[in-house]
């Protein structure tokens, strides 16, 4: 203990303060009360310097010092165990600072702090139990970035994590994760538990007791308040599991439905010594403990058996989720020759300026003044009064050199950049009344998930290159909100086996693969909701002639089969007539000329698309 | 001996600006007016370079006309093809209207088949169908089987336009725009294509075709229309124009 510390514990005047004054408590107070209101979700707050090292407890021990009065008893474990160095000075701290009580007893404690475990004692509505927290963030292992960890957060935006669970099962067989497991809280937030193992996670579920969490060095409080849903993170068809040796049992107290470590000698003994040196007293109720025990997640092996390779078109075990449609196929019925309305996506004269000025930028700039750049603002006007519909079975080009405008457009169509002017809208969005420019980033989002697919020229955009085949297209369903293991296997080695990716290499990390191969799987992730929106842009562009023939060849068959409403974004005249009905051509943003495809190769009008034609007929 | 009309072209006019070279213009189609109704042949005949392939692209929408007016008659409505949208025009083709041009202008890697099928499946068949109905045209055709699942880059000139003019009858169509569908084929195979489009028009289908081989006019068409210059200059039947048309060569 440091001469400070005693020095704060002789000195009535600051022991009377306690460690933290009373603006500092209060602020506590009011994130823990906010972390109650909202379950699961981290509520920053101002976190103290603590005469302990940050990552010794020194969150733990600010909100029991915030909640903790004269009249409570305190108990303070560190891995179960109330003697250990750290549990005994916590302990000594709080108890002697706040002039509350202390104790081992669970029975007797009103405030429980601890690190690393839930008691095995039962606990109701008079505990309090404070969990010193090292990482708050559940998302900080999928995620890097704090402010997209958050906007995830407040998307409720979970694939990531879905997906490292799957890649847990493809790589271990079963979910490995065992401290800090994610926990979905109230249905809302996903929530990380601590360093309690998984053994305690169920105990979580709908508790009498309130479980508070504070995390010194992420400054962050959060709660599991009483009586509050909690569920562990899993697939519907692969079971979550406890930790568990069979066989085993306490060489002391003799519990086998005890949480229990290893200890020398190949024996076990309980983590929690107050538990442990209680029922070997036998002043415990050991029935009602098995009661409490997790002994339904006792790992099965006969429940899992996930490792075999799915084979496409095999009939389905188990997984009685229910199904998500199968992948859209063309029906083959003729339409109307007139029907001309039934659009899927409609632009409608959308622009774009980079710079000052708005709509006075744009005289003088176009093909026939041989510039984008305004003469009165000096803003370049990447693109204006752009207008084209899609339907349902149809493909359109947009085609133009570089600096024409058509990734600015295409950036506009997915959101990624806020266009100048126009309206683009989606049959399937509110009956294609809405603007999707007014919608908020979130719902735009949701778009990308099942609505608009997008495959990239870079398949490093559109693939997480760290995560295996599977994986990627993984993301993209539980995004959608497929929670079956197995159908994601199957849904995904249906997609590969479509785009020609061999099914031995659908666990290996896309990092693994060649160019063409990463196409064909950033092909397969767009294809995997069955989204009827498909942009692709400059598909085959990074690839060399060989590999790009056959992704082209796979697009075209693609685009031949479903009824996607697709827009082909390429400078290359041979993409575009090998893919799409019809096309726009545009120079220096804007259209110069659009029509059939063939009509726009046989019979060019534009000046331009005479010149892109020639090119093309090297 | 015709039936109902099918094809109505008025004062069609077509003019090529060659932006490449400082502006020049080549017309090509100079008020053309023609007719073809169910069931009747017409045959295009005359020199090259005097519109004939000009006005069954025109037809086809591959050459947009300048003016002048294409209506196709279907059950229940006509339809101005110069000025239907790209949309409705992309949905005609290959259903109502189907087009076979001299050379297969198929996708690169595409074999017999997976070409023909894909034709039969815009005509609206099922996939299974459809690629029944592929066989079948191809075996009336002559090609053999040994070649359908080859890449049609690399096959011959004549089993290339076997492979098209299968794929334009997988289905009779409404109307048929045949651009010298068998000049690269031999005698026996000839045969069979010949057979085949005098077939489709008494099934009662409208055929507008551009042969150069005289013989095949006089045994297919009900009637020839001679071009020169972009515009029609005579009409009757095979053996009157045929036999002017020899007579001054």
């Known amino acids: 203990m440091t001469t400070a510390v005693r020095q704060l514990l002789d000195d009535p005047r600051g022991a009377a303060a306690g460690i933290l004054d009373e603006g500092a408590k209060r602020e506590i107070r009011r994130a823990t009360l906010t972390a109650v209101c909202v379950p699961g979700y981290q509520v920053p707050f101002g976190s103290r310097e603590m005469p302990v090292a940050r990552g010794w407890g020194s969150g733990g021990l600010q909100v029991t010092l915030g909640v903790i009065g004269p009249g409570d008893v305190l108990k303070v474990i560190d891995q179960g165990d109330d003697g250990g160095v750290n549990a005994t000075n916590l302990r000594r701290i709080v108890s002697s600072t706040s002039r509350c009580a202390a104790d081992t007893d669970a029975r007797e404690a009103t405030v429980i702090q601890t690190r690393h475990r839930i008691p095995e004692e039962a606990l109701g509505e008079q505990h309090v139990l404070v969990f010193q927290v090292p990482v708050a963030e559940p998302l900080r292992g999928v995620q890097r970035s704090s402010a997209e960890c958050d906007r995830m957060h407040a998307e409720a935006d979970y694939s990531a994590i879905w997906v490292s669970l799957y890649e847990d099962i493809v790589r271990n067989g079963i979910i490995t994760m065992s401290t800090g497991y994610p926990v979905l809280v109230n249905g809302r937030y996903v929530m990380a538990t601590s360093p309690v193992p998984r053994w305690d996670v169920p105990r979580l579920h709908q508790a009498d007791h309130l479980n508070l969490y504070g995390a010194g060095r992420e400054r962050r409080i959060y709660a599991v308040p009483p009586h509050t849903a909690v569920t562990p993170l899993t697939f519907d068809d692969v079971p979550f599991e406890v930790e568990h040796v069979p066989g085993a049992r306490c060489d002391y107290c003799g519990s086998d439905d005890s949480f229990l470590v290893e200890a020398a000698g190949g024996r076990f003994v309980c983590s929690d010594s107050d538990w442990c040196s209680r029922t070997a007293a036998g002043d415990s109720d050991t029935a009602a403990h098995r009661a409490r025990a997790p002994l339904a997640w006792l790992p099965d092996p006969s429940r899992r058996s996930l490792r075999s390779r799915p084979k496409p078109g095999a009939p389905g075990t188990g997984a009685a989720a229910p199904e998500p449609q199968p992948l859209p196929v063309k029906t083959g019925t003729a339409a109307s020759p007139r029907d001309g309305g039934d659009w899927m996506l409609k632009v409608d004269r959308v622009g774009k300026i980079f710079g000052a000025g708005g709509e006075r930028a744009v005289s003088g700039t176009g093909p026939s003044f041989g510039t984008a750049v305004s003469p009165l603002t000096g803003a370049i006007v990447a693109a204006w009064d752009i207008s084209f519909d899609v339907a349902p079975g149809e493909a359109l080009g947009l085609i133009g050199e570089s600096g024409s405008g058509k990734s600015t457009v295409l950036n506009c169509l997915i959101g990624d950049e806020r266009a100048s002017s126009g309206t683009v809208r989606l049959a399937s969005v509110d009956g294609g009344e809405t603007d999707l420019f007014t919608l908020s980033p979130a719902e735009r989002r949701k778009l990308r998930i099942d609505t608009v697919s997008i495959v990239y020229q870079d398949p490093a955009a559109g693939l997480d290159l760290r995560v295996s085949a599977g994986g990627n297209i993984a993301e993209r369903l539980t995004a959608a909100g497929w929670r079956s293991y197995r159908a994601i296997r199957r849904r995904a080695a249906e997609l590969l086996d479509r785009v020609e990716v061999p099914l031995s290499r659908m666990d290996d990390p896309t990092s693994t693969f060649s160019g063409g191969m990463r196409q064909r799987v950033q092909i397969a992730k767009a294809l995997a909701t069955g989204a009827p929106v498909l942009l692709l842009d400059e598909p085959t562009t990074g690839l060399d002639a060989s590999i790009a023939a056959g992704v082209l060849d796979l697009l075209r068959g693609l685009l031949r089969e479903r009824d996607v409403a697709a827009v082909v974004v390429s400078h290359d005249f041979a993409v575009i007539e090998a893919l799409t009905d019809r096309s726009v051509v545009m120079q220096l943003g804007r259209v110069v000329e659009s029509g059939l495809t063939d009509q726009l190769f046989h019979d060019p009008h534009h000046p331009y698309t005479q010149r892109l034609v020639a090119a093309a007929r090297r | ?249």
């Open chain 2, 1 to 249: 001996m015709s039936g109902a009309p099918v094809l109505c072209i008025r004062d069609l006019h077509k003019t090529f600006t060659l932006h490449t070279i400082d502006g020049r213009t080549v017309v090509s189609l100079n008020g053309v007016s023609l007719d073809v109704a169910a069931g009747e042949h017409v045959a295009v005949a005359g020199p090259n370079g005097a519109g004939k392939s000009s006005l069954l692209r025109c037809v086809h929408r591959t050459y947009l006309p300048d003016s002048g007016s294409i209506v196709l008659h279907l059950p229940g409505e006509q339809v101005e093809l110069t000025s239907l949208p790209d949309r409705a025009m992309a949905r005609l083709r290959g259903r109502e209207i189907c087009y076979v041009s001299q050379f297969l202008e198929t996708p690169p890697r595409a074999g017999a088949l997976e070409v023909v099928a894909d034709a039969a499946r815009r005509r609206g068949l099922a996939p299974g169908e459809a690629g029944d109905a592929a066989a079948a045209s191809l075996r009336r055709l002559g090609l053999d089987e040994a070649l359908w699942d080859v890449d049609c880059g690399v096959l011959s000139g004549g089993e290339r336009q076997r492979i098209n003019l299968a794929a334009g009858t997988v289905r009779p169509p409404r109307l048929l725009l045949l651009d010298e569908p068998v000049s690269a084929l031999d005698p026996d195979n000839r045969e069979l294509a010949l057979g085949l489009v005098s077939s489709l028009t008494a099934q009662g289908v409208a055929v507008l075709a551009v042969f150069h081989d005289l013989d095949a006019i006089r045994r297919l068409a009900t009637r020839v229309v001679r071009m020169e210059g972009g515009q029609v200059v005579a009409s009757g039947t095979a053996s009157e124009i045929l036999d002017e048309l020899e007579a001054v060569s």
